[in-house]
């Protein structure tokens, strides 16, 4: 199952490890994908050690998309689109 949050504002960090957490707690492979984040975050150690998997796009001086010259953005997307490959091929349950 792939649940994908989007949008301005904020929560959907907050609702994508809420349900990864619920996932792993009933047994369940899960990971989440972070897009415009370097894997730096704070809830990636706590996430970690539940057992989650949580691929990011791991480039310096990430911001908002908007605000990225069409190189970065492309470069982006390709990094996305290969972590999303890598959840898909990796027969996780969310």
Request: aromatic share 10%; glycine share 12%.
């Given at each position: 199952?792939?649940?994908?949050?989007?949008?301005?504002?904020?929560?959907?960090?907050?609702?994508?490890?809420?349900?990864?957490?619920?996932?792993?707690?009933?047994?369940?492979?899960?990971?989440?994908?972070?897009?415009?984040?370097?894997?730096?975050?704070s809830e990636l150690t706590?996430?970690?050690?539940?057992?989650?998997?949580?691929?990011?796009?791991?480039?310096?001086?990430?911001?908002?998309?908007?605000?990225?010259?069409?190189?970065?953005?492309?470069?982006?997307?390709?990094?996305?689109?290969?972590?999303?490959?890598?959840?898909?091929?990796?027969?996780?349950?969310?």
């Open positions: 199952m792939i649940h994908y949050y989007f949008g301005k504002g904020k929560g959907k960090t907050s609702a994508a490890v809420g349900a990864c957490i619920r996932a792993a707690g009933s047994g369940l492979r899960c990971a989440m994908i972070q897009f415009l984040k370097n894997g730096t975050s706590l996430l970690r050690k539940c057992g989650i998997d949580v691929f990011s796009c791991d480039f310096e001086g990430v911001r908002f998309f908007g605000r990225m010259i069409a190189e970065e953005q492309q470069r982006v997307i390709l990094a996305h689109n290969e972590n999303l490959r890598r959840v898909i091929a990796g027969a996780y349950s969310i």
